[in-house]
């Protein structure tokens, strides 16, 4: 409710057209209304193709599937991440259209295509392939939000040689998400040779004084490349979903 | 030196114009040259206006000067982040030009004006009064690079109406950067109102429980709102450099 | 024992009607019991309808079900938390009266009603749906010590429209107690909303910077709205009790 | 703005007293001062009597005196926590009335006395002799908003007597404020001996294993009594608002 | 190997009773026997009974039965700490004499009953049921190097009076183990009721806020009765094996 | 107030000697002062030439003479622990008879010679000189509860050989006191040699990973050698107040 | 490629051997591949004869026998760590001349022998038994690239006899490989009493205190004994391959 | 004293050329010195121009002038650690000879030249310019045993070419030293660049998430390059030891 349909409300009351009691019915709402304006805008844009989007973890597979009719029955698409296979197999099984990507543990349902946009690729780099698993799930993301994903894997910094040979491939990305598990190294160097925003996730791959993501975390918290940005351990979605902001007036 | 540099040298290599030594001179540096690319492109950005940033903690007022001087006779600006006052003092009588920030613990001299820009303002949002000075120095570093920073203070979540009031700049925002301490519920709340990117920053503001900071760190990289990113406790300069990062093709 | 009754112990003494003997046997016991007079008190007060509660957690359903039998024999209702469904099982084969949730994974045997109170709804509010069974133990628990739960759940901050639409039943509330994961920001916005007490639950719903919640734990204690009270993670059952100590004059 | 404001509001704007412009303007800042209305509530109560209350870490004495006059001009009395003596000396010098505890680092400009209020004595407890400075930070902020203290200081659980001594205080509190540091183990006790709202308040005091307070802290989040609720390190503050909130229908 | 051994071999070189060679072979291993005489010492008294002890976790069956089997050859007993019932059965199935404790997760063949001593009992204290497998350990360690354990299990301090009836027997202990897990309050009470030496075992009972032991574990170092001590983590042997050593000159 | 005083008590109520009211005030405080027992036959024994312990850290000069004059009353003595030089300069102006050691950082005045005690030596071991600090602290304590302290000072294990040449007095020793900071190893060693009881203390002495104590803490938590016990870091007085209980029986 | 060959290309582009676009194809190449001469280096040196080495941790079998055929195809051997029984039986079962040590959870194909090395042996010594999986690792590390382990197992710092027996061996070694859990104490004892360089491996053995190794580690890196280097906890591996470097130019 | 000494010792005592007492006196000694003998070979070598070191950190000026004119009468050089200016100025007035390094904060008195190596030179880099203090302790103690420091400074990951530009300096070297705080990254790339032993240091430069030099230990420890050894936080000291360690047969 924008301040026109307030005035036209205000208008009718006047003209008699609409009776006080109900104008105020009308107005009580409007606090929550109001700020729902700016939740709506948002959702707006994201029914243009966009996906809902469910986090499966800790979720059965019925009250996912549950979840997913609602959604789907708005005619929107659903994307749902962090589905270990075997809850993928009961989901599939009774969620017509459902397909699975057992690397990125996500899964979606898609009436309608994601919607065109303008911006250039998001590279998701990984500095091993035991980060792929993340960066799949970033590049789901990616997908289901319109956005192009250009993947450079397992390009860790102690093989230097590997990630310069794919620099002109960092060059050209609008957004650069980096995504590395021990120490945590790559959005570092990345940082350094990129002009482009890069988001750094860092992954609960390694042992010991990995501390399970949080020394990647920290590492990239505290890089020596300025202007680098940090999502939560093994969040390839909130990564995904952060290129979402920043590029959401190029193509949506 | 890109390809067709490479290409016309050995053109004229073959054609006899260059000597070998000298060609060889020329390619001795390219390896580093070439990755160098990145970086002097960065630079070259930077160099149209746009200081060169100096570290100051931990470093001597005859450090500073020194470099700060080294950068000013290339032609470009320079911005100082974290000095103290009485070290400002010292800095301020040794190198003619330079004005301070007390608040936000910053200076700079700038030679020529910054670089014009066409992206949209940058809210600058502060849960607390506290956190201002943080505040400050991403507001000195976004004036820096030319962006234009709109000021939102002490609109703390457990007020919500203070923050609900300024939603309409919020809007308006091409970046918005939040700074909250305590507990860092801040970012949340925004994160649900715009849909522009959100750079959350969290401060060592609050005692016990707030960790100096690390309980809104983990708060904000842990938030509700989808595509919300983090930069290291207490670095206003590092959120500003990833708007910069953000907005990079928007006028610069 | 109080000191009438030590009087007329001493009384009867000196009277001659108890002997020296069987004074100072009565009288032995006396520190225990005068100390456990609060206890009892405590007690008798629980006595009329309120359950003995067992932590069902590291416990053997034979040994759930011994102990319940002794409380029922006293003829206090019992409620267990704690269990998981197999656990469930086993008792609810062994234990007549035996009643399961499994939703709030608490169990329970109620010979008699739980007593009437003339205290307000307690709110019972979670920030998502994975809090949802932490909420439960907390209603299942109030229930039992015949206090009035009030469900609003799944009004996290991000989408402020869905807490502030409730907003009459949270003012309706004697006590709230606020339960959620991730960031834990929501007590911070409940404790600027309403002046009633806030008794904050941190889950440990999240993962990664979520620290099993601990993130959530420290952002309430930290948080900027003043007199927020918090309990251990995942702890439904303590925020009930809690609640029943500060309503304990308002109709028990 | 309640309902019945709307409702006149509307009834004007039907007989033509108030033009449909000049309503709209009023409705416009409805969603927020609506949401105030809490607030606003809260800040009524506050006003008659209470003091606002001015966090003073981290503020300098200017900032403090400034506030202070403008919450004074309201004619609100003003509570400042968290002052050293030095930074007293400036404020008593630069501010009329205002008066200082050493002890409870807190001051005050009491223009009017706390509101009268019906809840029986708020028992603040200390396990040792350092924990009184939080204790008579609880202390100050509780006669601040009309509330009566009870000191029982220095009842540690290695010498149990004391305490057990000063059990009839403790029974005869309205709310027991329990103030320890190094092992925390005194709410525990004081729990179990009390059917009261027991609020655990953690001091740093201690070294090594002490962890600045947070040993106390998580064992009085994990104590063994129920429904102790806990606030942060240090928060006399805290405790006593929280006694605030739980006592605020009983004379106030 | 003691002086008067050397003296008594350099005077048989000298006599040519013994050659050169060989007295040099003797001597070659004197600095490693010279430092054995304490540990020969040590396993001197404990072959008088006492059982060699194996640390069960981690070990295989057929490990434990092949090391114990080695120690019952030379005649001492074997105690064997940590094995789950599983293990247990199969230990049980391989090695004669075996029996098992499944409470205190403690076996032993014990050949010859444990030695006679003059110490008086062994407090061993819990504050809760949970807790009870840690002070079984202790027991069945006690038991094997002939100590005489005295159970006094959940007296936790939320019911002081539990605590406070068992006082005699607490009183009539030469050494007290106090275990518990939670806050771990039980050792700061119990070292201000008894003048003996306290042993604090601190268990890993709890959830959240108890950090698996560690709180119980900080809150024992920084107790406020002075001179308590602490071991590990759920190490009710290594209790045990302190008390031994505080008792070793009364009886073994 | 044992139960013999109880019944001569009783006996004088039936007799008439005692009145009711008067037997009654007697009684009144009777559960205080019988749990008091322990602590009264524990303070009877310290009042015979030990010392009253004073905690000096936090408190003031002004303070700690008002407390130690309050002691010295009674005619015992007093021993003040923690007091850097500057305090101490002032306390020995203003309290007759005080003498302070600025190694150990404690003073004292002790009017009557300790007790003679039948104990034998307690050997105060330190791995560096760095530790000799928190050694003489408990040297100190030792002396003031009539114990025998023989100090091994700098003999940590990079250089074994300075160890084992003390090996006599290592033996000889009642108790043992281990202190070490950085890696913690002596007492593993220490606990391998002797069979008596060993109390390690971790110090704070080391820099980075050593975690200000918290690294010898752990170490001697988890030492290789079985019995070991352990006190909060740099409690010198801790250890020095565990051998007091070991040793009770033996001279106090 | 060094300065001779870029040179000689330049040569015969002069010369017209070589025309413009193939010379530049060559250079284009040049930055990556002049940095890739050290990992070709390298890379040349592990070619003879030694293998190259897979982590077998988070890889599916398949996986692993796809790599590891890879490599074998170049005429390498291959290494994999950490690989579990049950995964290990499915690696033989598909990879012909793959042999399995479960002690080491190591496998390895060997087509021809590891290289002759001139280097004396690398001493692997062990705290306890625990912690000999990891010394497994170490060994089959060493053997893999042509040194000789010399093992010396079970010589923890409780029994400091069992290591001063085993001191000739230590002194014989190049390169000395302490791996101990718990308190970590062994690597300052052994750094006292060799002069070769001391790389320490922390082992996640123990419980409570030991916290999953990091106890160890810290210990190890703030060792009294000087000069000591340390590794990640449980990484045999890391240690032989830094003992690898150490001893690069003596027989490799 | 060596098995030749012995066997000579015997033969004289057999000859009668030295006496059983006498003898005894000389073989009493010897467990220790025997042990002491790796001691003293290295403290040989040690003296061969090899200062003596002391830990200057938590000593007065009076402490170290002490203990370094008791090891400059044996003939040694002596090198002094951590000393801070002020403390060095007290040093240089009561010490003849001695120089002071207020870069590195270490002082020496060098009676003779270090001995003459063979080995290469020890290449010192650090990712930034902050680091460099820790840098010149390592230099400082490189040169006082006689090793040759290559420093290469301020070539952190994120401006890749300035590392590149220096890589003939790192693979030179016979070892090299990476020093790096933050995100710690520099080690894994070099370890990347070089075959030669890396020892990574972690500097307590950064803030906030650096937490003081944890992360940058982590990330080392952590590194995805094989064979990176790690010393503690800001320990230049004792990487130049490990490096004298690897290198201690090359010329000394």
Chains 1, 2, 3, 4, 5, 6, 7, 8 share one sequence.
Do not use: W
């Not at 065109?116 to 091993?128: H, K, N, S």
């Not at 794919?166 to 598990?181: D, K, N, P, T």
């Not at 959005?187 to 020394?215: N, R």
């Amino acid at each position: 409710m924008d301040p026109r349909d307030v005035r036209e409300l205000l208008e009718r009351v006047r003209s008699g057209d609409v009776t006080v009691e109900s104008a105020l019915e009308g107005l009580q709402e409007l606090p929550f209304r109001d700020i729902g304006v700016a939740a709506v805008d948002h959702h707006r844009a994201l029914r243009q193709g966009v996906p809902e989007i469910i986090f499966g973890q800790g979720k059965t597979p019925e009250q996912i599937i549950r979840i997913a009719e609602e959604i789907l029955r708005t005619g929107q698409n659903v994307l749902v991440t962090r589905i270990e296979p075997e809850k993928a197999e009961r989901i599939t099984a009774g969620l017509p259209g459902f397909s699975y990507s057992s690397l990125a543990r996500t899964g979606k349902v898609a009436h309608r295509p994601a919607p065109e946009r303008l911006a250039g690729p998001v590279a998701v780099i990984t500095a091993g392939t035991s980060d792929i698993p993340i960066a799949e799930e970033a590049v789901e993301t990616l997908l289901a939000v319109g956005l192009q994903p250009d993947r450079v894997y397992d390009v860790g910094v102690a093989g230097l040689h590997r990630l310069l040979s794919r620099s002109e491939q960092l060059r050209r990305a609008a957004v650069v998400i980096v995504i590395a598990g021990m120490e945590g190294a790559l959005p570092s160097v990345v940082g350094g040779l990129v002009a482009a925003p890069v988001i750094a996730v860092p992954t609960s791959v390694g042992y010991g004084a990995a501390l399970g993501g949080f020394t990647a975390l920290f590492s990239m918290l505290t890089s020596c490349a300025s202007g680098v940005v940090v999502v939560n351990i093994d969040s390839g979605f909130g990564a995904a979903m952060a290129a979402h902001r920043m590029l959401l007036d190029r193509g949506q």
